[in-house]
Every structure is written in C-alpha cells, then in structure tokens.
C-alpha cells in the first residue's frame, strides 16, 4: 500500500481524530438532519482522512470519466435488455404497426427534448445525485426528500432484482429443453451473486467498471445492428418480406387512455437518458461532456430503436410480436436458423451491462442524499483507497438482495414508475423555475423556452391520463411516497433526537467506518 494511503488509513482507525466519529458527539455524526436546510452550496466541509502533509491526495472521488464513458453509461442503460425484449407492449395498446412505429419515433423525441434540459440542468448545477439534486436545490428539502426515498426504497432496488433477474434468465433458459421452466430460487441464487459481484467490481474502481461499460456498449450496438441488417436483408431478399407494412395504419387504437400506456411503454426502453447527471462531479470537463454524451447517444437510440423495430416487423406478423415473451429470440429463430443461438447471449450481456452501470449510477445519488443530510452520515463516506461511495453501493446492494425475494417485485416497480415520472417533469420545471429565480446562474448550456415547456406540458397529460386508466397503481405509488413524510420529519426536521438514540447511530456510523476503511469527502475551498 502507498505510504500516503497507509497514513490515511492509520489516521483513520485512530480514535483520537478527528476523522473517525465519536459516539459521544452524535449530534455531529447522527443529527443527519444538520445540513439539510442549508442546501449544497453551504454544506458542511469534510473531515480529514488524511494528514496535514501537503502532498497526500484528497479523500474524494475522482474525476475518471470522459466523453465515451459517459456515452457508454448512457448507451450501457438505455440500451438494456427492454428493446429485446418487450416492444410488444408499445405495439398491443395502439394495435397497428404504423401507429407503433410513430410511438417509438416520439418517444425518442421526447426523450432527446428531456435531455436537452438535463444538460442544461447538468452544466449549470454540476454536482451529482441528477434529479435528486436539481429538485433539491429548485425547491427544497422535502420534495428533494421525496424522491429519494422513492427512488431508493423502491425503484433503485427493484429495479436492481429485475434487471439481474433478467439476466440469470437468459443464462439458464438455453439450459433447459423447450418447455422446461427454470427453478425460480436457482434464477434468484444466481442474480444474488451477480448484484454482489457487481457491486464488488464497481466499489474496486469505477475505472474497471467503465472499461467494461465500454466493451458492453459495442456488444450492444452490434446486437442491435445485427437484429437491423438480418431485418434489411429479410425485407430485401424473402418473398412477402414487405408484407406486413402494407395497411399499416388499420385498426388503430384512438383511446386516449391506450395511446398514454403505449408511451409509457416505449419510454420505459429509453429510460436512463439522465443517469449520467447523477455522475457530474465524477466527469472531467463536466461542461463539455455532458452535453456531448448526451447530444451523441440520444439521437443513436433513437434510430437503432426505430430501425430495430422495423426488422422485428418485417420478420415477425403483428401476432407473433404479441405472443412472444423475447422478440429478439423469437426473431432469431425466425430469420438467422442456426445462427439464433447467438441472440440469447446477446441480450444477456445487455442485460448484464445494464445492471452494472445502474448500480454504479444510482449509488451517487444515495451518496449526494447522505451528503446533504437525508440519510445516514455513513452514507457520504467514501473509501480511502479506491474513491468509490462503498457504503452506498454496499446499502444498495443489500436492498437489492432484498427484492429478489420479494414476489411482488414487478408490482412495486409499476406503483412507483408513474411517481418517478412526475420527479422527472419536476426536474424539467426546474430549468423554467431557475430562468425567473436565478437568472444569473452560469448556463454553459441554454436550451430555447419552448424545450421544457412542451416537455413538462407532455409529461402532465401522461401522468393525468393513467389516473383515469389506472387509479389503483397511480394511488399506490403516491402512498408510497407520501409515507416518507413522516419519515423526513422524524429522521431530518426533527433536531434534537435523543441522545441513547444519536450515540447508538454514531456507534454504527464509527463501526461502518472501520469495516470498509471510509472517510467524509474532502471538499475544495471553492467548492
């Protein structure tokens, strides 16, 4: 170990430093309520990991991410496994191939106008935790508040189990003779390893989780590429191999309601346009790359989801979309024979790259919360070897661990996918609440007016009609979220907390600290 690293760590086991909390100061370590009203520009600075010598290296993540990084993190979550898998869902609400097409195209705009936003959101705010950060700072605490509990309670984790569900899925399924249903603990067991694994990998060093990101990102592209040239060639060579465009348009749906669903659906495959908000302090030239990454990835999903979706059509009739569980395999089998084998592996490995760079993505924004006072201290610690949110993503993963097991997963990721779309449009509003509040504030990034207002505007009506579709989920995902307002004033309004209860946390928050070898980050003067 380098000596600056061994001197760090020494001072950080020391139970006279200051680095390391005293149980008998809990309202230092455990009123984690204490910075929450000030906002990020005032928060409090660090503590000391290291030594006064001069030449040790801040205890502070660092900035490892440039401009293919970050397309890879926005390539590696959008580009999961929802495009392989579930394009029926778009297709069943509108009932008609052309009306389907249309879907995917303006969903890909919309999600292109919410990214626009969000660079400007990125550039003129940039401090990581995304969303979480940009609601913070526009409206406050507790709606701030809101959405990380939402988010962390609910949609990081499960989402988590899914996507690792997903992936143990397609790595058993060509085990197993057709018909044969993989054992669902063996499906769970081996997603458990998988999210741990993961985890591992991404508190060793972000470094080799990019790297991977970045392989994963042109497996991905290829695997779609390969689903539009097999498409191209089938309509192209085989006879009838247009025929399923003809009458494109006959039997659309013109409910209101079903055309809202059929949005939600093909969103759904683009979500993850904003995760690379969540990482800014992590990006070198945060003001360049930003913008960059997302002005490159957004339009290339778009196309290769739009152009993807046309081979799926020319291949497959409109029933076999609808009939099948995983239409690229399904497709596979359908137009490459002997070469379909391939495609499960495909979908795995996207599934797996998904998985990877969530976890990863989401821990920063568990980490920003904890730095601004909304949850546990321990939380805003970051290991002093490798510069990685370790308690975070070790948090996250036992949550995870937790929804595997839990049968009702999908329904707690429907409940609370409706709420986290409104947190969304919150955060889009906040470019048009700045432009009035703070209309000084360095824009390197300034999109037109019109951009968040039609956004916010589209947003509103998709949130309004499932409502009337679909009380009950809407209902169920604004209880969820509602009941962390007791929550907040218990655990971050509420001051002065007892003092058996403030020493217990500092205890733990000491313990923690001990177990993954973390300190406070180091802030700069200017920062």
Not at 159 to 164: E, K, S, V
Request: net charge negative.
């Amino acid at each position: 170990m380098p000596l600056k690293q061994r001197n760090a760590v020494l001072e950080l086991h020391s139970p006279t430093e200051d680095n390391l909390v005293s149980p008998s100061v809990g309202s230092v370590a455990t009123d984690f309520s204490s910075i929450a009203e000030d906002g990020p520009d005032t928060m409090v600075s660090s503590d000391k990991a290291a030594s006064s010598n001069q030449d040790l290296d801040k205890v502070k993540m660092k900035k490892s991410l440039g401009l293919l990084e970050g397309v890879a993190i926005i390539l590696g979550i959008i580009l999961g496994s929802g495009i392989f898998i579930s394009p029926k869902g778009v297709l069943q609400e509108v009932g008609s191939v052309g009306t389907s097409l249309v879907i995917w195209v303006l969903c890909g705009v919309l999600s292109m106008i919410g990214a626009l936003c969000y660079a400007e959101l990125g550039t003129a705010i940039p401090k990581s935790g995304g969303d979480y950060a940009y609601i913070f700072e526009a409206y406050g605490p507790l709606p701030a508040f809101l959405y990380l509990w939402d988010a962390t309670v609910i949609f990081v984790p499960s989402t988590n189990a899914i996507m690792g569900l997903t992936f143990a899925s397609y790595v058993f399924q060509p085990l197993f003779a057709a018909g044969c249903s993989v054992p669902t603990i063996g499906l769970q067991l081996f997603a458990a390893v998988t999210i741990c694994a993961l985890t591992y990998i991404n508190a060793y060093d972000v470094r080799v989780t990019t790297k991977m990101q970045n392989m994963f990102m042109f497996t991905k592209i290829g695997a779609l590429v390969l689903v539009i040239v097999v498409g191209v060639v089938w309509m192209a060579v085989a006879d009838g191999g247009m025929d399923n465009f003809e009458n494109a348009f006959d039997g659309t749906e013109t409910d209101p309601g079903k055309i809202s669903v059929a949005f939600y659906s093909g969103i759904f495959s683009y979500a993850g346009w904003n995760y690379l908000n969540f990482m800014t302090e992590e990006l070198r030239d945060p003001y360049k790359n930003l913008p960059r990454a997302i002005y490159i990835s957004l339009p290339l999903v778009t196309a290769i989801y739009v152009l993807a979706n046309m081979a799926y059509v020319a291949v497959l009739t409109p029933q076999a979309i609808l009939s099948s569980d995983a239409i690229a395999v399904t497709f596979a089998q359908r137009a490459m024979s002997y070469g379909s084998f391939v495609m499960p592996i495909l979908v795995a490995i996207a599934a797996f790259g998904g998985l990877s760079v969530h976890i990863m993505t989401s821990s920063r924004m568990c980490f920003v919360g904890a730095r601004n006072g909304h949850m546990p201290e321990i939380l805003s610690h970051i290991n002093v070897n490798r510069f990685t949110p370790m308690p975070s993503l070790v948090f996250l993963c036992a949550l995870s661990l937790l929804y595997l097991f839990i049968s009702d997963v999908y329904v707690l990721i429907t409940y609370s996918s409706i709420v986290e779309s409104f947190f969304i449009m919150l955060s889009v509003s906040a470019v048009l609440y700045f432009r009035y509040t703070r209309p000084d504030i360095h824009r390197p990034i300034r999109v037109p007016l019109w951009v968040p207002t039609v956004f916010v505007i589209i947003c509103a009506f998709l949130l309004i009609v499932p409502c009337y579709v679909a009380p009950y989920e809407v209902g169920m995902g604004v209880a969820l979220t509602l009941a962390g307002i007791p929550v907040y004033y218990i655990g971050v309004a509420w001051k002065n907390k007892p003092k058996a209860f403030t020493d217990a946390l500092a205890q733990v928050t000491q313990f923690c600290q001990k177990m993954f070898m973390t300190a406070k980050e180091e802030v700069d003067a200017d920062e």
